[in-house]
Structure formats: structure tokens, C-alpha cells
């Protein structure tokens, strides 16, 4: 198995308050790795450490063999757009377009012309249970729905990894779990890299590992990189 | 609960102290604006009804000691000189407004502005037409405006009697003003109509600022048992706090800022300071009016929402707005056209036609304008191809009533102000001064009254000495009425101005060698008149034309010379277009003052669509947020941003504008049989300023963007 991201004794502050103290993790193509920890525990900032949105204050973070700590803000947003998918908690549905138009939006900002993204976005409803909802707005989705389509905007580009920061966590449990099913499942299917954040230990258990953070540290980190 | 809301809104932590500042500072914008709109109002009726009392209502005859009174034109290298002639007839005739003494023959008082023209021209251009000595200078009380070339002079009663449009007036500066009342009414509605609108417009939309944060709050306070009616209450009181400072900030602003707003010519002519006050009842429908507009406003906003103790329960998408709100926009048009060729005769019969016309297209362009909207969003969405397109798109569609309120006020004031322009071009275009350079540019005539048998050679000879003068003609009066109006024999034709007929030895000619509605020309043929050669010089002096080289020099020393020959001229001797130039003059003030309003409106425009950016951004503030983490450009958001107000705005732009014109064209038509003339590129280029401005305003609001949308939102809240 090859590398597909890592990070390598990553320190991060918020102001004064370390958040990160020298955090590990590599992750292998085509793995689904969960990370866990109580709240306030760093889990969330490590995620937006590998996926190039927060820029470690030491360490580093390396992708396809390319330092991402390093990148500009520029190359970093390109590389979140063209290679990496987002699944949040909430809210990333833009409320004005349509399910389908939202689906539709990363291949549109990657310039894919209009018919086609919404081509390809289609696609993903029918593999999703979608059928049906794809001119609604996301304020008349109920949260399962709501997900269902963020995992679809999250997959719809092909990409490498996907960052998922507690996908379930405004979820009923019976809707995490066709959720977690549904990523899991798609993921698998594309080979999909997926880093996963959470804190329930039934959403950890569609991961293949495991990996805790406590006090900005991984604990137990089984593979590091020579 | 007043109580607790006052202490929400001042002590309510940093981030509510920053609304309150804002929506406060937004405020006194809105309100110092609504305050300059007020007091200009008043400016405005001020100069009018001081400019009407210069041509005061004769009283009633017989009472008293009458004060002789007459009001004429003159004219000075284009300026309008208003020239009053005087005469008390006894001990208790009343004094003329803004002089201590009625000046008595031989005696004059002249406005400031006149008398530093006197002093800076030669005499013989300018002074020499007042024989005699000034007593002074005429009081702020009498003069529309500083710069106002005002003289009053003093006559004996038989000579004032003897002059045109003179009058006995028995009281002065009582009388009703000689412009219509309904004329000015209209002037200021139109006014206020371009104005008023957007700064209301303005300051409701910024004590809806950040409305999303404070609902969240609002559910909060819910869900620990506050009813709906006390969360009205807070509501009301934060956004009447914030409304109350501002309002008093608006003053203060007023007041410091009075005396500069006075010295811009808005009307093309400046203010006296003491022209731009406020009434009492101003000033009480802004202190009060505005907090408790705000605090409906907020009141209103809140009902639009339900604040449950578990949230707030997000809009649905709105219905759509229906295609009837084009009915009241058509029928004006409608009604506009159906008057070519049917003008009512009397003035109140026209108004009663024309007015509600432009009424029902104004109240049709505010009604309309949401469909527009939303029509021209969703073309737009199914033709988007770009992301930033798309949601701008979207939303508007969504919402299109929301979309377009911030901008409503500029559909009004950019239609208000092209009917105003549309016509005032095509008046000035059609009655305006003789082009420079022009022979008609270069003559100088003047009309004599019937009884005039004869020109003095002397007269003539002195108009012919003056350095620059070509030519001075004295034109007899034609006994054929049908004809040209003056007679001339063929030899005494200037060739300047044309040559007779072959074989005629006298020719009918112009009063002026001008025909109506044409140009002087070397090559005119004017047509033999049946008098006998012999006679010509026994019929009555219609006019002296003079023709000169067309310097101001030689054209004011001719008009001065011809002033104090015929001192009870009717009309003042002037150049083709001049006295049409006057009344194009007075139209170029309220052109000015329509710019100025294009100019503020569509700044105000800016004001509420950088309100209303800020508050859509912060009602997608995470979905946004989420957008740019996943990789979506920073540009792409601007983007959205940009288009989401400026596509509106120049699409509201252009169907305001030309729906401004179609009512100008309609009215110009039925009215005066003109055919619209296209504003010159300075309108154009003021309301590319104006716009230019506007998108300034919001493009300030854009690194709000960048700063609400960092990755800290991406952890949940």
C-alpha cells in the first residue's frame, strides 16, 4: 500500500492555546481511518491540517509527495477544489440552488461545463436514493437527505481523499448509519481515500482504523513513515 | 422589556456594540440626508417664491399710495439681468423688499452680484444703461440667490406709468407667488419623489442589518420562555436605540455641513445660508419619525420569521411574484399615449392628464419591478454557466422582492430624473441660445412700439461707430400683416442677412432678418413687398437690427446704447434664442438638481445594497465559509457578491432609464409636438458616476467577505 497523506509532528496554535502538540498520521490510498478524541481534543484541527485549510506553525503535511504546509493559499485551494472532497456537519448546502445545482457545484468551479456537471451530478442521486429530490432546496431536505447530497458533492469529482468532519453528528443514529453506509460504500467504490472525524465509536466502526487523538497528540500511531 | 432591550443593545457585549455603532452610523447617513432633502426642499421653495415675488399680483387699484411697479429682462453676455423699475406715488406707498428706501428718479440699488459685474465692465457695456447713482445694494430678502442680477430703479410716477407690464401695488412681499402653486408643488414632488424614496429605503434597510445574528440570539432568549411579543419588544428598542443615536448624529451633521450644502448650486444658482433651514415640523418627523420607523421596520422584519424556542424557522422560498404587478405600468403608458393629439387646453386640464400618467407608470415601476426581477434572474440562472453566476441567479430568483427592494429607490429617482432630462434637453434643444459664431449669434435686435415713426440718424450713426458693429437697420413696420412683418428697401438689406428679389426694390423682411424657426443667411431671397420705394421711410420703426462681429464687446455696448435710446422697451434688445435662453437657463438649474439627484440616489442605492450584502452574507455565512475551505476561490464568492447587486441595479438602471424616456417622448409629444432629443453624454457620464459610485459602496463591503468566511466557521457551532 502506498502513502496517500500525512502529517508529521504537526504543532498548531489558536493564539495562545496549543491545539496540536506534534500530531502523527499516515494514511494509505484507499483507507478509511477514523479520528476520535473527546471534544477540545485536536481532532478537528488535525483534519484541517492534512486537508490544507489551517497551515501548521511546525511540522509537516505531505500529499502525493508534495509538502502541503508549504503550498500557498492559492495551490492549496486548488488542491482542496481538484483532488480532495468535504463532508461537514452542516450547512454547506448553498440554500438558493438546488439539490442538483449543489451537487453540481465543485465540477463547475473546476470549469466543467454546465450540462455535463449536472450530468455527472445526476448520476449520484440515483446512487445515493436521491431520485426525486434534485430540484428541491436544501431547506426542504430533511438532515439524512441534506447529508446524503453533501456526500454527494463531496464525491462528485473523483477525489482522492475525502475529509469528513463529523458527517453524522447532527444525525439521528438510524440516519448516521444509512449515511456512514452510503460513504462508506461509494468510497470503496472509487477508492476513495477517507479521513473521518468523529467522536461516536459505531460511526469509527465503518473505519478500517482507528486512531485517537488526546491532548493534541495521536496516540498509538501505527505506521509512520521512515 | 424595554428596559432589558436598552440594556441588550448598549451593554450587549462587543459584537452587539458594533452593530449598534453601525446600523447608528447608517442612520445618520440616511437621516442627515433626509434632513439636506428636507432643507433643500425649503431652499428650493424659498429661491422660487423670491424669484415669483419679483413679479409680483397688481393689487387692487385706487387704495392708498400704489407703488408703481414694473418687472422686465435684460441681459448681460447671457446672463439674465432681472431689471425692476419703481415709483412711489406718495408718503404711504410701501418700500420695494430688501432696499431701505424706494430710489427715486435718477436713483438705483443693485444685488451684490450685479455690482461686482459693474465694477469689473466697462460702462459703456454694462453701467451706462442705469443713468444716474446707486444707493446701494438690494438685501438678501428681495434676491433668489446670491449670484441673482438684480437692479431695481427709481422713476417718477409718469414715467413708471408709461412702462410695460407695470402694476400698482399697494402692500410687497405678501404677494402670492406668480408661479403656480401646483408648478411648485410639482418641481419639489419631483424632488422629493427622487430623493425621499431612496433615503427611506436606505435607513429601513440598515436597521435590518445583521438581522440573521440577532434572530439566533432572539431563539435563544425563546427558549428560556421569553413570549413572541416581549422578543418584539426587544426587537423594536435595540433598533429604536440605534436609530435614536443616529438621528441625532444626522443632525449634527446637518447643522455642521449647512452652510457648505448651501454654496453647491443645485438649482444653478447657490443658496443663502439661511434658505437651507429646517420647519418645525421637519424636524419633529425626523426625530420621531425615523426611531419609530425603525423600530416598525424591525418589528415588521421579525413577523416575516418565526422564532421558535428551537430556532429560527428559516423562509421558504417566497411565492413568486405574478405577471399582474405589469398592469398599473401599462396602463400609464397607456394613458400617456392616448393624449397625442388630444391636449387638454387650460394648464389644470394638462396636469389632470399628464400627472397621472407618470404617477401610475412611478407606482407600476415599484410594483413591476420584482417580477422584472425575477424574470430576468431566471433567464439568467438557466444560462449561467459559470458557479458565481448561478448562485447570484438562484437567489434573486428565490427572492425577488428582497433583491429589489434595495434598489427600488433608484429605479424611481433614475425615472423621475430622465423624464425630467428627457424634456428639459428637448425644451433647451429647441429654444436655446443661437450657436457661437453664428451670424445669428452676432445680431442684436430690439422691437420698438407702434407709435415709433422714426429712428434718429444720430442713433443709428453712434450703433455704427461702436468697434465691431457691421451694420445698424432700422426695419419699418409692414402695413401688410399677412407677410414678413418688417419692410426694407432692397438697398438697405445688410448682405449679411440676404438680398431681394430680382426687379423688387422693396423687399418683406424679418423683424430681425431671422425668420422663425431658421438661421440668418447671406443667400436668403426675401420677397418683394407691394409698398412704393417712397413710402417705406414714412411707416412706423418696427426694430433695429444691429449686426456685429459677434464679440461681447460690441454686442453689449450695442444693447446699451439701444437701452438708454428706448428706455420702456418691452422686451430688452437681445440676440436670437436669448429670452428662450432664459427660460433654457431655469431648465438647466432643475437639470443640475436632477443630476444631483441621479448622483445621491444612486449613491443611498450603494448604501442599502452594502447593507443588504453584508446581511445575505451573513445569513450564508457557513455554506460560504464551507464553499471556500472546499477549495472554492475567494473570487468566486466576490463574484457572487458583485453580481448579486450590480446585475439588478443595471438592469434597473436601463428599464428606469428608458422607461423614463418612453414617458418623456409620450409627454414631449402630446404636449408640444416634439420629438425627444437624446441628453447629451453628460447625463449619460453623471449616471455612470453615479453607478460608479454605487459600486464603490459595495465593493467596500467585500473584505467582510473574506473575513467572515475563514476556516473557523468550519468548526461547529
Not at chain 1, 484507499?30 to 484541517?48: D, F, P, R
Request: glycine share 10%; aromatic share 6%.
Amino acid at each position: 500500500m502506498t502513502i496517500a497523506i500525512e502529517a508529521r509532528n504537526v504543532v498548531f496554535s489558536f493564539g495562545q492555546t496549543p491545539a496540536l502538540r506534534g500530531a502523527s498520521i499516515a494514511v494509505d490510498s484507499g483507507e478509511i481511518v477514523a479520528i476520535m478524541g473527546a471534544s477540545g481534543s485536536g481532532k478537528s484541527t488535525l483534519l484541517h491540517c492534512l486537508a490544507g485549510i489551517l497551515v501548521p506553525d511546525s511540522g509537516e503535511v505531505l500529499f502525493d509527495g508534495a509538502r502541503v504546509d508549504s503550498m500557498t493559499e492559492a495551490r492549496r485551494s486548488s488542491l482542496r477544489r481538484d483532488r480532495f472532497g468535504f463532508v461537514f456537519q452542516f450547512g454547506q448546502l448553498v440554500p438558493e440552488l438546488t439539490t442538483a445545482e449543489n451537487v453540481a457545484l465543485p465540477l463547475l468551479l473546476n470549469g466543467t461545463r454546465r450540462a455535463e456537471a449536472l450530468r455527472k451530478a445526476h448520476g449520484w442521486f440515483e446512487r445515493l436514493g436521491l431520485e426525486g429530490l434534485e430540484h428541491r432546496r436544501s431547506g426542504e431536505l430533511s438532515g439524512g437527505q441534506a447529508q446524503r447530497v453533501a456526500l454527494a458533492r463531496g464525491l462528485v469529482t473523483g477525489p482522492e481523499v475525502l475529509f469528513a468532519d463529523e458527517p453524522t453528528g447532527a444525525l439521528d443514529s438510524l440516519t448516521g448509519e444509512q449515511v456512514m453506509d452510503l460513504l462508506v460504500t461509494a468510497a470503496r467504490a472509487q477508492g476513495t481515500t477517507v479521513i473521518l472525524v468523529t467522536h461516536e465509536p459505531r460511526v469509527a466502526a465503518y473505519a478500517d482504523r482507528e486512531v485517537i487523538v488526546r491532548d493534541g497528540r495521536v496516540n498509538a500511531p501505527d505506521r509512520i513513515a521512515s | 422589556m424595554i428596559r432589558f432591550g436598552l440594556r441588550l443593545a448598549v451593554a450587549g457585549g462587543r459584537e452587539a456594540l458594533t452593530r449598534l455603532i453601525i446600523i447608528a452610523t447608517s442612520v445618520a447617513v440616511g437621516a442627515g440626508l433626509l434632513l439636506v432633502t428636507l432643507a433643500g426642499l425649503n431652499a428650493v421653495n424659498g429661491q422660487l417664491t423670491r424669484y415669483a415675488s419679483l413679479y409680483p399680483s397688481p393689487s387692487a387699484e385706487g387704495i392708498g399710495d400704489p407703488l408703481w411697479w414694473s418687472t422686465r429682462e435684460d441681459y448681460f453676455r447671457g446672463e439674465q439681468i432681472v431689471r425692476v423699475d419703481v415709483a412711489a406715488s406718495g408718503p404711504g406707498s410701501p418700500t420695494p423688499v430688501g432696499v431701505p428706501t424706494t430710489p427715486g428718479p435718477g436713483e438705483y440699488y443693485v444685488s451684490p452680484a450685479l455690482t461686482e459685474l459693474l465694477e469689473a465692465t466697462p460702462a459703456a457695456e454694462l453701467a451706462d444703461r442705469y443713468p444716474g447713482r446707486s444707493l446701494g445694494t438690494i438685501g438678501d430678502a428681495a434676491l433668489p440667490s446670491p449670484d441673482a442680477l438684480v437692479v431695481i430703479v427709481g422713476h417718477t410716477v409718469d414715467d413708471a406709468a408709461a412702462l410695460p407690464n407695470v402694476r400698482q401695488l399697494t402692500s410687497v412681499g405678501a404677494d402670492t407667488p406668480a408661479l403656480p402653486e401646483t408648478v411648485v408643488d410639482l418641481i419639489v414632488g419631483v424632488i422629493a419623489g427622487g430623493l425621499l424614496f431612496p433615503v427611506l429605503i436606505f435607513i429601513g434597510t440598515a436597521t435590518r442589518l445583521s438581522a440573521a445574528r440577532r434572530e439566533h440570539r432572539f431563539a435563544a432568549m425563546r427558549l428560556v420562555g421569553a413570549t413572541p411579543r416581549q422578543i418584539s419588544i426587544i426587537a423594536a428598542t435595540e433598533a429604536a436605540v440605534a436609530a435614536v443615536a443616529g438621528t441625532a448624529l444626522g443632525f449634527a451633521l446637518f447643522y455642521a455641513f449647512r452652510g457648505q450644502l448651501a454654496a453647491i448650486p443645485f438649482t444653478g444658482m447657490r443658496f443663502f445660508p439661511g434658505d437651507m433651514f429646517l420647519r418645525p415640523l421637519d424636524v419633529l418627523v425626523v426625530a420621531l419619525g425615523v426611531p419609530t420607523g425603525a423600530a416598525l421596520a424591525a418589528w415588521v422584519s421579525l413577523r416575516r420569521v418565526r422564532i421558535s424556542p428551537l430556532g429560527v424557522t428559516r423562509r421558504v422560498t417566497p411565492r413568486p411574484p405574478r405577471a399582474y404587478r405589469l398592469i398599473p405600468l401599462v396602463l400609464g403608458v397607456a394613458e400617456l399615449a392616448y393624449f397625442i393629439g388630444r391636449r387638454p387646453v387650460t394648464s389644470d386640464g394638462q396636469t389632470a392628464a399628464f400627472l397621472p400618467g407618470l404617477l401610475l407608470i412611478m407606482a407600476g415601476l415599484v410594483l413591476a419591478g420584482p417580477w422584472l426581477t425575477m424574470v430576468g434572474a431566471r433567464v439568467l440562472a438557466n444560462r449561467a454557466r459559470r458557479p458565481a453566476a448561478l448562485i447570484a441567479a438562484r437567489r434573486l430568483a428565490d427572492n425577488p422582492k428582497a433583491g429589489f427592494r434595495a434598489i427600488s429607490g433608484i429605479m424611481l429617482a433614475l425615472f423621475v430624473t430622465s423624464v425630467s432630462i428627457g424634456v428639459i434637453t428637448t425644451i433647451v434643444a429647441n429654444r436655446g441660445p443661437a450657436q457661437v459664431g453664428s451670424t445669428d449669434a452676432a445680431t442684436l435686435s430690439t422691437g420698438l412700439s407702434d407709435d415709433e415713426l422714426s429712428v434718429p440718424d444720430s442713433l443709428l450713426v453712434e450703433l455704427r461707430s461702436i468697434p465691431g458693429v457691421r451694420s445698424a437697420t432700422a426695419v419699418h413696420r409692414n402695413p401688410d400683416r399677412m407677410a414678413d412683418p418688417g419692410v426694407l428697401a432692397c438697398t438697405d438689406i445688410p448682405a449679411a442677412y440676404g438680398r431681394c428679389a430680382d426687379g423688387a426694390t422693396v423687399a418683406a423682411v424679418a423683424h430681425n432678418f431671422i425668420p422663425f424657426r431658421e438661421s440668418a443667411s447671406a443667400t436668403r431671397v426675401w420677397p418683394a413687398a407691394p409698398v412704393p420705394l417712397d413710402d417705406v421711410q414714412r411707416l412706423p420703426v418696427a426694430s433695429i437690427v444691429v449686426g456685429t462681429d459677434g464679440s461681447a464687446a460690441s454686442l453689449e455696448r450695442s444693447r446699451t446704447v439701444l437701452s438708454r435710446a428706448y428706455p420702456d422697451f418691452w422686451s430688452a434688445p437681445s440676440v436670437p434664442g436669448e429670452f428662450e435662453s432664459s427660460f433654457a437657463d431655469q431648465l438647466r438649474g432643475w437639470q443640475q438638481l436632477a443630476n444631483v439627484i441621479i448622483v445621491a440616489s444612486l449613491g443611498l442605492a450603494g448604501c442599502s445594497l452594502a447593507v443588504s450584502v453584508v446581511g445575505g452574507l451573513s445569513e450564508r455565512r457557513r455554506p460560504f465559509s464551507l464553499l471556500r475551505l472546499s477549495g472554492a476561490p475567494v473570487r468566486v464568492l466576490r463574484r457572487v457578491v458583485a453580481l448579486e447587486s450590480t446585475v439588478p441595479m443595471l438592469a434597473v438602471a436601463v428599464v428606469a432609464i428608458g422607461m423614463g424616456f418612453v414617458a418623456a417622448q409620450l409627454f414631449l409629444k402630446a404636449q408640444m409636438d416634439y420629438m425627444l432629443t437624446a441628453p447629451g453624454p453628460e447625463f449619460y457620464a453623471i449616471v455612470i458616476v453615479g453607478l460608479a459610485a454605487c459600486l464603490g459602496i459595495i465593493a467596500s463591503t467585500l473584505p467582510v467577505l473574506e473575513r467572515i468566511t475563514g476556516p473557523e466557521t468550519a468548526r461547529s457551532e
